[in-house]
């Protein structure tokens, strides 16, 4: 079975454009969320998707938003970049919707904004 | 109320050594305690987990030790080999859909 994919592994872009970034969960699961992994910290939660339903959101600005399409992969949409959005951008599948279940992170989105 | 808080930053360790790092909590809402572990370029991968009605979990070379009346749970890694290097780190989350990571601790086991 394929693990999480996610798309593209690296990007630039220049302050101020708009990034979308893609996640396919593994075959079966459900749940989608979005974290985000500045350099030399631990992933801060952003968004989890159930059943395509927002069910979290953590601390992010309006500029970042999500979604979750009926073959339950997801977008990471952010608007208006600041430079302070560089990160590695990670994706995690879980098959339940609870914090409590099994979840398995993709390799991740390296986004750099100059 | 939402932090855990991880220690060490870093640790080095002998090859062969134990390799323990700790976590605390205030949430007491939080009932789900995963450990991941993440090589450079590649996202976290789940080690080992525990929920706080158990004290102690033991898989392998890797045991959670659990300590619901002080906040308080750790990985022990036994008998660490230079592939466990990496960075670990410690989350918990509620039966909500948020999880929160510690910071993070960089392992080094020397050769």
């Known amino acids: 079975d394929a693990g999480v994919t996610q798309s593209p592994t690296h990007l630039i872009k220049t302050r101020g454009q708009h990034v979308t970034l893609r996640c396919s969960p593994i075959?079966?699961?459900?749940?989608v969320s979005w974290y985000q992994q500045v350099l030399g910290q631990g992933p801060q939660f952003i968004f989890q998707y159930y059943e395509k339903e927002e069910r979290g959101r953590g601390n992010f600005p309006d500029r970042f938003s999500a979604r979750q399409f009926p073959n339950y992969s997801s977008e990471l949409n952010v608007n208006a970049l600041l430079l302070g959005d560089s990160a590695l951008y990670l994706c995690?599948?879980?098959?339940?919707?609870?914090?409590?279940?099994?979840?398995?992170f993709g390799q991740g989105t390296r986004l750099t904004v100059v | 109320q939402q932090q855990v808080k991880q220690s060490p930053q870093s640790l080095i360790v002998q090859k062969g050594g134990i390799s323990i790092i700790n976590c605390a909590y205030e949430?007491?809402?939080?009932?789900?305690f995963p450990w991941y572990q993440q090589f450079p370029g590649k996202g976290p991968a789940l080690l080992i987990a525990?929920?706080?009605?158990?004290s102690e979990k033991k898989e392998g070379r890797f045991t959670i030790s659990f300590n619901k009346s002080a906040k308080q749970f750790s990985l022990h890694i036994m008998d660490s080999q230079p592939g466990d290097s990496a960075t670990y780190f410690c989350a918990a989350s509620d039966r909500g859909f948020k999880t929160i990571f510690g910071a993070g601790t960089r392992l080094f086991v020397k050769a």
């Open positions: 525990i929920r706080p009605d158990v």
């Open positions: 949430n007491t809402a939080f009932d789900y």
């Open positions: 995690a599948s879980s098959r339940g919707g609870g914090g409590d279940t099994e979840a398995f």
């Open positions: 075959s079966g699961h459900k749940s």
